[in-house]
């Protein structure tokens, strides 16, 4: 069984509509990351959580919300999603060391028509 | 200037050919190096992981750092077709250790 899970694995949703996306993790990792992947933009980081209760703003926040229910779950919403908001997103963990790395799920394509 | 350049290419080489990949920064606080493989459709993996200057070698990866000339790369030898995938340059500073990626460079490697 994979790491780290992502569902929906693909979404296709229409401009104004609310869509979540979840992640879940059998690593044990205290860290999650949400990151959206465009053509020649590379990963860029939406939010990250270090723990249940911190909830932290990454570069490009805006137009979306998160939610940590629990250590091993990490959700990305878009509250009324847009056309821009098409892309790749990606999921990562991470434990706490300094030589610690991310691992990534396997991604969802979500296309905002 | 992004914090991280790296080349989106296409890099095209034939089989068996030595590839270099690179990466320059601008932040001198960087001080971990990482670098990631993604297929198409699936998510970055790990490949080589580095904090300090000089030379990491795992197999036909070498991964280098010139931490004075802010420069990173990564050597694959030998290429073979399977290797034919993105590699994305990511870098991290100390605290929280969020990594910055490069925006990958494609690799084709063709028989």
């Known amino acids: 069984d994979a790491d780290v899970t992502q569902t929906p694995r693909n979404r296709i949703t229409k401009t104004g509509k609310r869509i979540m996306l979840e992640c879940s993790q059998t690593?044990?990792?205290?860290?999650m990351y949400w990151y959206r992947q465009d053509p020649g933009l590379g990963l860029r980081l939406i939010y990250y959580s270090f723990d249940v209760k911190d909830i932290n703003k990454g570069e490009i926040s805006d137009g979306y919300s998160v939610s940590r229910q629990a250590q091993a779950k990490f959700s990305l919403s878009l509250e009324s999603a847009i056309p821009n908001q098409t892309a790749l997103y990606f999921c990562?963990?991470?434990?706490?060391?300094?030589?610690?790395?991310?691992?990534f799920g396997p991604g969802t394509r979500l296309t905002v028509l | 200037q992004k914090e991280v350049e790296q080349d989106p290419g296409p890099l095209s080489v034939p089989e068996g050919a030595i590839v270099s990949l690179n990466c320059t920064y601008s932040?001198?606080?960087?001080?971990?190096f990482m670098w990631y493989r993604q297929y198409s459709r699936k998510g970055p993996e790990l490949l080589m992981y580095t904090y300090s200057s000089g030379n990491k070698e795992d197999g036909r990866f070498t991964a280098q750092v010139d931490k004075s000339s802010k420069y990173i790369s990564l050597f694959i030898r030998d290429s073979q077709p399977s290797d034919s995938a993105t590699y994305l340059c990511a870098l991290a500073s100390g605290g929280s250790y969020i990594p910055t990626f490069g925006r990958g460079t494609s690799l084709i490697v063709h028989p």
């Open positions: 932040n001198s606080a960087f001080q971990y």
């Open positions: 690593k044990g990792h205290d860290r």
């Open positions: 990562a963990t991470r434990a706490h060391g300094p030589t610690d790395t991310q691992y």
